[in-house]
């Protein structure tokens, strides 16, 4: 079965650096696109940037570009989102979603990462 | 970019109703376009892909249809576990966007 296990949740500091990951098990890690997806608190789906671990390749959307830095391991058929600067905006679930073979959209998700933060 | 718009945003129903969702893309897009379901505290899970293809394992209470601009999920019977976000996709072209999604609610 297709799989993909994201890291637990992280509460942090705003300036602090974070790095989440995300597991792709049950298929050929290095032919599929790997997307991150945030999900603000009760607000809807936001695809931020999209990985291609054969070559990591990759694709960030607009809002987020600059913002995050995507990267991919597949030695260990691993996704990473980072951040070097956290700010109390990125308050979010963060998923990670497989793309369909030769199709643009998501066939399998993780079960997402919460970013939240303490005063 | 292609804007894709869901309505209603949220809808009340009992069980047994027949739901549908209507979801309009800014320009035609052909039939490039998905539909997720997403329950409290878990991850989207895709339902339809191409507009009217059904994903394995998927009740065939739901149903796709449309093309264009103009597409619609209909949940024929609606059931207890129906209870969920319901979100479309466009995939025509870049960037992907998502529709605003459509809370269900059982009565």
């Known amino acids: 079965d297709v799989q993909l296990v994201q890291s637990g949740a992280e509460v942090k500091k705003p300036g602090e650096s974070l790095r989440i990951s995300c597991k792709g098990s049950g298929y050929s890690f290095t032919t599929y696109w790997v997307a991150w997806v945030r999900q603000m608190p009760g607000k809807g789906l936001d695809l931020m940037g999209i990985i291609y671990p054969g070559d990591s390749d990759t694709r960030y959307s607009p809002s987020f570009r600059g913002q995050v830095t995507i990267s991919a391991d597949k030695s260990t058929s691993t996704a990473f989102l980072q951040w070097d600067s956290l700010k109390a905006s990125d308050t979010a679930v963060y998923y990670c979603a497989r793309r369909a073979f030769n199709y643009e959209y998501f066939d399998s998700w993780g079960q997402g990462t919460l970013v939240a933060f303490s005063s | 970019d292609v804007q894709v718009t869901q309505s209603p945003s949220f809808l009340s129903a009992s069980v047994g109703d027949k739901v549908i969702i209507a979801c309009r893309a800014s320009?035609?897009?052909?039939?490039?376009l998905v539909w997720y379901q997403q329950k409290p505290g878990k991850a989207p899970k895709l339902l339809i892909s191409a507009a009217s293809t059904l994903q394995s394992g998927v009740p065939s209470r739901f149903s796709g249809s449309g093309s264009g601009t103009e597409f619609t999920l209909t949940i024929s019977s609606l059931q207890p576990e129906d209870s969920a976000t319901y979100y479309c996709q466009q995939f025509a072209s870049s960037p992907l966007t998502f529709g605003g999604g459509t809370k269900v609610e059982i009565k």
């Open positions: 320009r035609a897009i052909s039939n490039y």
